[in-house]
């Protein structure tokens, strides 16, 4: 589609999509968006065909894959020279471990002598720097010359320089079958031919690992751009869902209040008189297991009993009331009366008391 040409809400939305994803920041726009804002979308797309899907434009994109080229031009340059000054170090290293093996011929040794004495050398020699440009004098006063007089002749050089090769592709092909058996451990059993043939392809598979690995880095990114979508999209219908809540509650709520609790009120009071009547029901319960026909009996026989012990001592103390009005005049008989008759009335509340006492416990 032309970037002078207007799309439709569907098709837009999906175009957009698309750009955003690859191109454009995050933009979580929808339909609505789209009607209300037409030439935001016309804008977009029209950004989309001046930039790549890294966000720069097609100049500086250029520009940059270009200096990219060059960067990695210069890297493996650089990575040349390290590999191999490393490769020599470690020569040196597994030679001077290896001292103390009498199997070391001695043109190992002077192979191995003449390279360190040449890589000293040369290195003092890097340090001093051209002598016409240094304004300080000389370190422990020596001169290029000096440390030249110290170089292996020029025999043994030759020699080492024709060895040195063969050396140094020996040990870059141990390190490459180390980095196979590491890559691939079944590989260790392999044979050498087979090993040198897997690591002629080992590249090639790197490359391909390395290019699953970017794949999936790019399809993480873009699964992360949906996610951030669609957590934008659930977080608007949250919201929008929050206030329809809301609105319910102040609309329905209030209105429906009063006839809840009337109802919750009714269920308490039910529940209050069901649950007294239980308790009433757990009393007589254990009334009934507590007394039997046979100790009601017994109780109503001591309570007649009681009673009528009762009567007959009211009466006698009607008659002692009686006499002691008439013999209230009298001196000592008179006193003599007053405590029988306190006796009489003592005796009279003890057995109301013990009636009492008894009817409480046949109820």
Request: charged residues 30%.
């Amino acid at each position: 589609m032309a970037s002078g040409d207007f799309c439709s809400p569907g098709e837009g939305m999906e175009i957009l999509q698309q750009v955003c994803s690859k191109q454009l920041p995050p933009c979580n726009l929808s339909e609505e968006d789209l009607l209300q804002n037409p030439y935001f979308s016309k804008l977009l797309l029209g950004l989309s065909q001046h930039m790549d899907e890294s966000g720069l434009s097609l100049t500086l994109a250029k520009e940059q894959a270009q200096a990219w080229k060059e960067v990695r031009l210069h890297k493996t340059t650089w990575l040349r020279s390290e590999i191999l000054q490393r490769v020599i170090q470690e020569l040196l290293v597994d030679y001077y471990v290896k001292t103390q093996d009498t199997n070391l011929t001695s043109e190992d040794k002077k192979f191995h002598e003449t390279l360190e004495q040449r890589l000293l050398v040369t290195e003092l020699t890097r340090l001093l720097g051209p002598s016409q440009e240094r304004e300080m004098p000389p370190l422990l006063g020596l001169e290029k010359a000096d440390l030249l007089e110290l170089m292996p002749s020029s025999e043994d050089f030759v020699w080492m320089r024709a060895r040195l090769p063969l050396d140094v592709e020996e040990q870059l092909k141990k390190k490459c079958f180390t980095l196979l058996c590491y890559h691939d451990p079944n590989s260790d059993s392999d044979s050498e031919t087979l090993k040198a043939a897997k690591v002629w392809k080992l590249a090639e598979v790197l490359v391909g690992e390395k290019q699953q690995c970017q794949d999936a880095k790019s399809q993480q990114k873009e699964q992360t751009v949906l996610l951030e979508k669609k957590s934008a999209t659930y977080s608007q219908v949250l919201l929008r869902c929050l206030a329809l809540l809301q609105r319910l509650l102040q609309e329905h709520r209030l209105k429906t209040q009063s006839e809840l609790d009337r109802i919750n009120a009714q269920y308490l009071e039910i529940k209050c008189s069901a649950m007294i009547l239980k308790l009433r029901m757990e009393e007589l319960k254990i009334l009934s297991d507590t007394y039997t026909a046979e100790k009601v009996e017994v109780h109503r026989l001591i309570r007649d009993r009681l009673e009528g012990a009762i009567r007959l001592q009211e009466q006698d103390m009607e008659k002692s009331r009686q006499v002691l009005s008439t013999y209230e005049v009298l001196g000592e008989e008179f006193d003599r009366l007053v405590k029988e008759y306190t006796q009489l009335k003592q005796a009279a509340e003890n057995k109301r008391w013990a009636l009492r006492e008894f009817n409480k416990a046949c109820r």
